[in-house]
C-alpha cells in the first residue's frame, strides 16, 4: 500500500474523536502518529461506557478504535516541568503539532504555538476547536453534539417542523469524524506549501465551521432569503418529479428514486419499475408533461414499488440508468456489495486477542489499494520505545516514571 505521508511526523495532544480522527486519517496514510495521554487516566474517552444508548465493550471500543488506529500512545503528564520536557523533545522531531485543548489550557501546560515554535520553528501547528480560536468564545469548549448539530443550524435543518422539539443526533461523534478529515486535508495543504516555500503555518478548523460548509449550499441560501430549508416528515413529503421521492415496499422497506434529470431516463425507468406503458403515455413521455402530473406520477410508481419486497427492488433496480439508493441502516452497509467492493470496511488485530476488529477506512483511497493499519494502541503502550528512539536513556526514563512526569 502506498503511504504518502510516509517520513512525516505527528505530535497530538488530543482527546475525544474530533482532532484524533485528523490523527488516524494522516496514521492510514502512513504518517508516524504519536498520541500523547495522560499517564494515569489515558485519553478521557477510553472510560466511556455508553454510546448513543449501547453499551460499550472497553476492550472493543469504537470510540477509541476509529480515531486511533494507526497511532502510537505515550505517557506524558504536560502539567509537569518534566512532562513538558519531554513533549519537547518529541516536538523537535515533528512535522506537526495537533491539539485540540483550549488556549488556556495550552498556554497552563505550555504547548501553545509559541511553545512548540520556541524548540521547533519548522512544525506546523494545528488546532481543532468548537467554535474557532478567534473571538469571545475561543475559550468555549463544545463536542459536536453542541457546536456541530445544535449551534450550526444543522439539526434544526434536519428536524421536521411537524415535530414538537429538536431531533437529537443519532450518530456519535458525526461532525468529529468530518471535521477531522479536514483538519487532516489542511495539514496535507501546509505540507505541501512548506515543501515548496519553506513557510510553515498554523492550521484552525472548527466543528461550527465544519457544520456550515457541509451544509454550504443551503446556509447561503438563507443568507440570500432569509428562509432556512426543513426536512418533512414522510407523509408531507410532495415531489415535483415522481423520480425523486421515497417509496415504501411490500415489507415496509424504502427505495429512494433520485432522478434528478429524467431527460432520457424516462422509458428506462417506467420499464424497470414494471410500468412500460406510461412511457408512451402523454402525461409522462417526456420532462414536462412528467413534472406537471407528477401526482399522477407519485401515486402510480408508489403502488407498483408496494407491489413487491425491498430485496426484490435492492436487486431489480441494480440495472437501472437512472439513480436511485435502497434506505440502508448502518449495519446495512457492512454487507453492501459495493462498499466491500471498494475496500471500505478494513479488519485490524483486537486489543482482547478475540476476533478481528472492523473499523471505516477514510473516504480517500490511493491507487485503488486497500487500507493497512494497526489497532489503536493502548493508553502509553509506546512510551519506552518512542523515548528511546528520540536517544534518551533508560535511567531518564526511569527518573521520569519516578517522578510521575510520564507512564
Given at each position: 500500500?502506498?503511504?504518502?505521508?510516509?517520513?512525516?511526523?505527528?505530535?497530538?495532544?488530543?482527546?475525544?474523536?474530533?482532532?484524533?480522527?485528523?490523527?488516524?486519517?494522516?496514521a492510514?496514510?502512513?504518517?508516524?502518529?504519536?498520541?500523547?495521554?495522560?499517564?494515569?487516566?489515558?485519553?478521557?474517552?477510553?472510560?466511556?461506557?455508553?454510546?448513543?444508548?449501547?453499551?460499550?465493550?472497553?476492550?472493543?471500543?469504537?470510540?477509541?478504535?476509529?480515531?486511533?488506529?494507526?497511532?502510537?500512545?505515550?505517557?506524558?503528564?504536560?502539567?509537569?516541568?518534566?512532562?513538558?520536557?519531554?513533549?519537547?523533545?518529541?516536538?523537535?522531531t515533528?512535522?506537526?503539532?495537533?491539539?485540540?485543548?483550549?488556549?488556556?489550557?495550552?498556554?497552563?501546560?505550555?504547548?501553545?504555538?509559541?511553545?512548540?515554535?520556541?524548540?521547533?520553528?519548522?512544525?506546523?501547528?494545528?488546532?481543532?476547536?468548537?467554535?474557532?480560536?478567534?473571538?469571545?468564545?475561543?475559550?468555549?469548549?463544545?463536542?459536536?453534539?453542541?457546536?456541530?448539530?445544535?449551534?450550526?443550524?444543522?439539526?434544526?435543518?434536519?428536524?421536521?417542523?411537524?415535530?414538537?422539539?429538536?431531533?437529537?443526533?443519532?450518530?456519535?461523534?458525526?461532525?468529529?469524524?468530518?471535521?477531522?478529515?479536514?483538519?487532516?486535508?489542511?495539514?496535507?495543504?501546509?505540507?505541501?506549501?512548506?515543501?515548496?516555500?519553506?513557510?510553515?503555518?498554523?492550521?484552525?478548523?472548527?466543528?461550527?465551521?465544519t457544520?456550515?460548509?457541509?451544509?454550504?449550499?443551503?446556509?447561503?441560501?438563507g443568507?440570500?432569503?432569509?428562509?432556512?430549508?426543513?426536512?418533512?416528515?414522510?407523509?408531507?413529503?410532495?415531489?415535483?418529479?415522481?423520480?425523486?421521492?421515497?417509496?415504501?415496499?411490500?415489507?415496509?422497506?424504502?427505495?429512494?428514486?433520485?432522478?434528478?434529470?429524467?431527460?432520457?431516463?424516462?422509458?428506462?425507468?417506467?420499464?424497470?419499475?414494471?410500468?412500460?406503458?406510461?412511457?408512451?403515455?402523454?402525461?409522462?413521455?417526456?420532462?414536462l408533461?412528467?413534472?406537471?402530473?407528477?401526482?399522477?406520477?407519485?401515486?402510480l410508481?408508489?403502488?407498483?414499488?408496494?407491489?413487491?419486497?425491498?430485496e426484490?427492488?435492492?436487486?431489480?433496480?441494480?440495472?437501472?440508468?437512472?439513480?436511485?439508493?435502497?434506505?440502508?441502516?448502518?449495519?446495512?452497509?457492512?454487507?453492501?456489495?459495493?462498499?466491500?467492493a471498494?475496500?471500505?470496511?478494513?479488519?485490524?488485530?483486537?486489543?482482547?486477542?478475540?476476533?478481528?476488529?472492523k473499523?471505516?477506512?477514510?473516504?480517500?483511497?490511493?491507487?485503488?489499494?486497500?487500507?493497512?493499519?494497526?489497532?489503536?494502541?493502548?493508553?502509553?503502550?509506546?512510551?519506552?520505545?518512542?523515548?528511546?528512539?528520540?536517544?534518551?536513556?533508560?535511567?531518564?526514563?526511569?527518573?521520569?516514571?519516578?517522578?510521575?512526569?510520564?507512564?
Open positions: 500500500m502506498i503511504k504518502v505521508m510516509q517520513g512525516v511526523r505527528v505530535l497530538e495532544v488530543a482527546q475525544f474523536t474530533f482532532v484524533p480522527a485528523a490523527g488516524a486519517i494522516l492510514d496514510w502512513g504518517a508516524d502518529v504519536i498520541k500523547v495521554e495522560h499517564p494515569v487516566r489515558g485519553d478521557t474517552q477510553r472510560g466511556f461506557i455508553n454510546m448513543g444508548g449501547f453499551q460499550l465493550d472497553p476492550n472493543r471500543h469504537p470510540l477509541i478504535e476509529h480515531p486511533n488506529r494507526g497511532k502510537r500512545s505515550v505517557g506524558i503528564d504536560v502539567s509537569t516541568p518534566g512532562g513538558q520536557e519531554v513533549l519537547y523533545e518529541i516536538a523537535k515533528a512535522d506537526v503539532f495537533l491539539t485540540n485543548y483550549l488556549p488556556a489550557q495550552r498556554q497552563k501546560n505550555k504547548f501553545d504555538v509559541e511553545h512548540i515554535r520556541a524548540v521547533n520553528p519548522n512544525i506546523i501547528y494545528a488546532r481543532g476547536s468548537a467554535y474557532g480560536d478567534k473571538g469571545s468564545e475561543r475559550d468555549t469548549g463544545g463536542f459536536d453534539g453542541t457546536a456541530f448539530w445544535t449551534r450550526s443550524g444543522v439539526g434544526h435543518a434536519l428536524t421536521p417542523e411537524a415535530i414538537d422539539g429538536a431531533l437529537s443526533q443519532g450518530i456519535p461523534a458525526f461532525g468529529d469524524s468530518i471535521g477531522g478529515m479536514n483538519i487532516a486535508g489542511g495539514i496535507s495543504a501546509a505540507l505541501f506549501h512548506r515543501e515548496r516555500t519553506g513557510e510553515t503555518a498554523e492550521i484552525d478548523v472548527s466543528l461550527l465551521s457544520a456550515w460548509w457541509a451544509a454550504g449550499a443551503s446556509v447561503t441560501q443568507m440570500e432569503t432569509g428562509e432556512t430549508m426543513r426536512s418533512l416528515m414522510p407523509d408531507d413529503a410532495t415531489s415535483v418529479n415522481p423520480f425523486m421521492a421515497n417509496y415504501r415496499t411490500s415489507d415496509g422497506g424504502t427505495i429512494n428514486l433520485c432522478i434528478v434529470s429524467p431527460t432520457g431516463y424516462i422509458r428506462d425507468a417506467f420499464e424497470h419499475l414494471g410500468l412500460p406503458e406510461l412511457a408512451d403515455d402523454p402525461r409522462f413521455s417526456d420532462v408533461p412528467l413534472i406537471e402530473n407528477a401526482s399522477e406520477g407519485v401515486e410508481i408508489a403502488k407498483a414499488i408496494a407491489g413487491k419486497p425491498f426484490y427492488w435492492r436487486q431489480h433496480l441494480k440495472t437501472m440508468k437512472g439513480q436511485w439508493a435502497p434506505f440502508q441502516s448502518l449495519v446495512d452497509l457492512n454487507t453492501d456489495e459495493q462498499a466491500i471498494n475496500d471500505m470496511v478494513v479488519e485490524v488485530e483486537a486489543a482482547d486477542g478475540g476476533k478481528p476488529f473499523v471505516v477506512r477514510g473516504p480517500v483511497q490511493f491507487n485503488h489499494e486497500p487500507l493497512q493499519t494497526t489497532r489503536a494502541p493502548q493508553a502509553s503502550e509506546h512510551t519506552e520505545i518512542v523515548l528511546m528512539e528520540l536517544g534518551i536513556d533508560w535511567d531518564r526514563i526511569e527518573e521520569l516514571k519516578d517522578s510521575g512526569a510520564i507512564a
